[in-house]
């Protein structure tokens, strides 16, 4: 079936640097979604990316779409203990279904 | 406000009872999934419907069964064959035209002891 390789699976930083996640598959998607989960919740939908070579911002937050079709990544700048969480991204595959990466997990040093 | 909500929060099951786990949106979503979270692992998608009275299996609906009587509602049954059903359970809901942008539920963590 379809995969996605996430890394890194965990970050510990101190608050204030910059934070940077990446996405590959062996599949081509016409669509990348990041979202993420806080501890106990459902995951909440953070940047959709819907052309290769795209770049779309959202905050502090940038994602872009590789030209390739089948990689994605995602940057955070200056980031803050509110941060911290759990970093999924997500292809679009056949009707609206979704294949997830395994997450990478930020934590963040006061 | 609209959204999509679980229930209960936190189950207990004995091994060998089936459980359901309740999920409603209120939405007006057309499709509906559900989907397994483990510790360290992406989520994986068990079934998935998207119309009333139609659903498939996802990659792992082994020991899982479903319905969609009403548009709202798609409640999983994890059954005493589902081999290890310690986990945390999502539902999300999705709409036409928004290519991929599940709304998920806060989640069902089910502990069988």
């Known amino acids: 079936g379809q995969q996605l390789n996430q890394s890194p699976q965990s970050m510990f930083i101190q608050e204030g640097e910059d934070v940077s996640m990446n996405c590959t598959s062996s599949s081509i998607f016409n669509t990348w979604l990041w979202y993420k989960q806080d501890p106990g919740e459902g995951p909440v939908l953070l940047i959709a990316?819907?052309?290769?070579?795209e770049l779309t911002s959202n905050g502090r937050l940038t994602a872009q779409f590789g030209i390739t079709r089948k990689d994605s990544f995602l940057n955070i700048s200056a980031s803050i203990p509110s941060d911290v969480g759990i970093y999924f991204c997500a292809g679009v595959y056949g009707a609206q279904k979704l294949v997830f990466g395994q997450g990478t997990r930020l934590t963040i040093n006061p | 406000d609209g959204g999509i909500t679980q229930s209960p929060k936190y189950l207990f099951r004995k091994e060998g009872q089936n459980v359901t786990l309740s999920c409603e949106q209120n939405?007006?979503?057309?499709?509906m999934y559900w989907y397994r979270q483990d510790p360290g692992q992406g989520l994986r998608l068990i079934y998935y419907s998207q119309i009333v009275n139609d659903f498939q299996k996802g990659d792992i609906a082994e020991g899982y069964s479903v319905s969609r009587e009403k548009k709202e509602s798609f409640p999983l049954t994890v059954t005493s064959a589902q081999k290890n059903p310690t986990a945390f359970y999502l539902c999300a809901s999705s709409g036409t035209g928004s290519i991929g942008m599940y709304t998920f539920g806060s989640g069902t963590r089910l502990t069988v002891v």
């Open positions: 990316l819907y052309k290769a070579g």
């Open positions: 939405l007006n979503h057309d499709a």
